[in-house]
């Protein structure tokens, strides 16, 4: 049972337009998502996160918006540059778990 | 601090033959994670420690993968009698265990080929 979905694994944009990444997730325990970005032959790199008490949290380019309801959060990159081209991973912790499930990623292209 | 490292970044093996690698978290982290990741799919988890206690592992963790963090700093997972199907990306990650989040800090990674 696949906890953390991301059902796109490729999306492509051109350059300076919006990119929106999607997550869907099953299990109401989860007190945090978080974005990572991978780079090829790199290991993931944190990006962003929210809180499941918000349901939106902004840093430069990049908002996360979560929907509690729908068990939904995106990823939102505005304006998409072309070294935002990676793989993108949605993660999701609960408090005291010791542990994060990963969704397989979006691969994200910025067309220039 | 420079980050995670892992040791070796590659990894060519003969089916069969026993592979170590080894993982160097971020210093003050106390907690240190290992991943599998094959192509298409997200990092898989495979075990992680608090300090040096192993407190999770994986049910997909066979009885040939075993994993150490003796002293709470360092650790090393090692596959023994690899087979095919243990070709992967392993990943090392760390985080603090005071965060509510987890942000976890990853490693290059170890990319193994078992031949």
């Known amino acids: 049972d696949q906890q953390v979905k991301q059902n796109s694994p490729s999306l492509s944009v051109q350059e300076g337009r919006i990119s929106i990444l999607n997550c869907d997730y099953t299990n109401s325990m989860f007190d945090y998502f978080l974005w990572y970005k991978k780079y090829p032959a790199e290991g993931p790199t944190f990006l962003i996160s929210?809180?499941?008490?918000?349901d939106k949290n902004e840093d430069g380019r990049f908002t996360v918006f979560l929907n509690k309801s729908a068990k939904h959060l995106s990823l939102h990159i505005v304006p998409s540059q072309p070294g935002d081209s990676a793989v993108y991973f949605c993660?999701?912790?609960?408090?005291?778990?010791?542990?994060?499930?990963f969704g397989d990623g979006t691969t994200l292209t910025v067309k220039p | 601090d420079t980050g995670v490292s892992q040791d070796p970044r590659h990894k060519i093996t003969k089916r069969g033959q026993n592979v170590t690698f080894r993982c160097d978290p971020i210093s003050e982290h106390n907690r240190l994670y290992w991943y599998r990741q094959t192509l298409g799919q997200g990092p898989e988890f495979l075990t992680y420690?608090?300090?040096?206690?192993?407190?999770?592992k994986s049910r997909l963790l066979s009885d040939r993968f075993s994993a150490e963090r003796p002293k709470g700093s360092f650790s090393t997972l090692e596959i023994q009698r690899t087979e095919q199907g243990d070709s992967a990306m392993y990943l090392c990650?760390?985080?603090?265990?005071?965060?509510?989040?987890?942000?976890?800090?990853f490693g290059p990674g170890t990319r193994l080929t078992v031949l």
């Open positions: 990650a760390s985080s603090l265990v005071v965060d509510p989040s987890d942000t976890q800090y």
């Open positions: 993660a999701a912790s609960a408090a005291n778990a010791g542990k994060s499930t």
């Open positions: 420690f608090q300090n040096e206690a192993q407190l999770e």
């Open positions: 929210i809180s499941s008490i918000k």
